[in-house]
């Protein structure tokens, strides 16, 4: 084997050292942006218009000499604007709707959340690289629960009511007269409250097999008043109780179950003979090389930390990924006993599919 060293492109090294510099700055200022969030940084900038360090201090009754650093990380990172004339910061409108506006379809700080458990995780996950061996949801730090719920959650806000059940055949018919629904691997529930909120007409249960996230999902789900119509029990998809139910939910997690086979075949046997599935997932284009982009990115680190982990962790351990793609999806679901499976809707972060008896 030769030991002589390659050649090295100066063209080729100074764009990956580009490249590796934006990642580092990113990586290091993630916990500037859960810093904002917990202080309440971006809310208080949020509508005030220019600001200094000095009032931003005194607002949120933290330090200005922090608070002057962190303002210009952030400003450094284009998450806030800065004026050298008037030495005074601000939120612009889109940063305000991502970073300080909880009800904005595209507020990320979740996100962060998710990423900073995988810091947490990592020497775990690492020795499962050496071991083989799975790594269970239940055995991740809780950051990653609270930031799962608080990163989905916008996006089903924005598009599970307006688009994605309206492109499933009649399903929304049947939800506003009224349906059981079970909404399986809940989490803390976000889906499943934004169906029932949506809905009033049907009633909602939401299984997880996560006990944590279920009382959780409890507790939100009273806040949030539709504890009449919603109960959560903890329970696995392959396990789940009672039948007949006229629609049935699964929200990114269809790929971090070990057997997605026979939780397809338990849903089918739980499904009324006229009643919908619909199975939410992380997108992706069928073949790998078409998923090397931003979102792939995310979604194969993601999937690495997390989603084979966790199915490497139960019976029969798949490992689907949250890239399997369409078509891989739709073998498991047909495989399940499922006759008919389309994909319904799509955003840049999900593909729908709708599954029939």
Request: aromatic letters at 10%; one cysteine or more; charged letters at 25%.
């Amino acid at each position: 084997m030769s030991t002589v060293a390659s050649p090295i492109n100066a063209n080729d090294l100074h764009e990956f050292m580009g490249r590796f510099v934006g990642d580092l700055g990113a990586t290091l200022s993630a916990a500037l942006v859960l810093v904002g969030e917990k202080l309440g940084l971006y809310r208080a900038l949020a509508g005030a218009g220019p600001t200094t360090p000095d009032e931003l201090a005194a607002r949120t009754g933290t330090d200005e000499r922090y608070i002057r650093e962190w303002l210009f990380g952030q400003a450094a990172s284009g998450y806030v604007d800065y004026d050298p004339a008037s030495e005074r910061f601000e939120l612009n409108p889109v940063q305000s709707a991502c970073l300080a506006d909880e009800t904005s379809p595209t507020f990320i700080p979740g996100a962060f959340l998710l990423a900073a458990a995988g810091f947490k995780d990592e020497p775990v996950i690492t020795e499962a690289f050496r071991s083989g061996r799975g790594v269970g949801w239940h055995e991740h730090h809780h950051d990653l629960f609270d930031g799962c719920e608080r990163f989905f959650r916008p996006g089903y806000n924005a598009h599970l009511v307006s688009t994605w059940i309206p492109a499933l055949d009649g399903a929304q018919q049947k939800l506003e007269g009224g349906a059981k629904v079970a909404d399986i691997a809940c989490g803390h529930g976000a889906s499943t409250i934004i169906m029932a909120k949506a809905f009033p007409q049907s009633r909602f249960i939401g299984f997880d097999y996560h006990e944590a996230s279920i009382e959780r999902a409890r507790e939100v789900a009273a806040e949030a008043g539709v504890g009449d119509r919603v109960a959560f029990e903890v329970a696995s998809a392959q396990e789940f109780p009672g039948d007949g139910y006229d629609f049935i939910s699964v929200f990114d997690a269809l790929h971090d179950m070990g057997d997605p086979v026979g939780a397809a075949r338990h849903v089918r046997r739980a499904l009324a003979d006229e009643g919908t599935w619909m199975i939410v997932e992380p997108f992706a284009h069928d073949r790998p090389e078409e998923n090397l982009n931003p979102v792939g990115r995310i979604y194969y680190s993601a999937s690495t930390m997390v989603c084979t982990p966790a199915s490497r962790n139960q019976d029969v351990g798949l490992g689907l990924g949250a890239q399997a793609g369409e078509r891989r999806l739709s073998e498991v679901i047909t495989e399940g006993g499922f006759k008919s499976v389309r994909r319904a809707s799509e955003t840049p972060f999900n593909l729908v599919l709708e599954a029939r008896p």
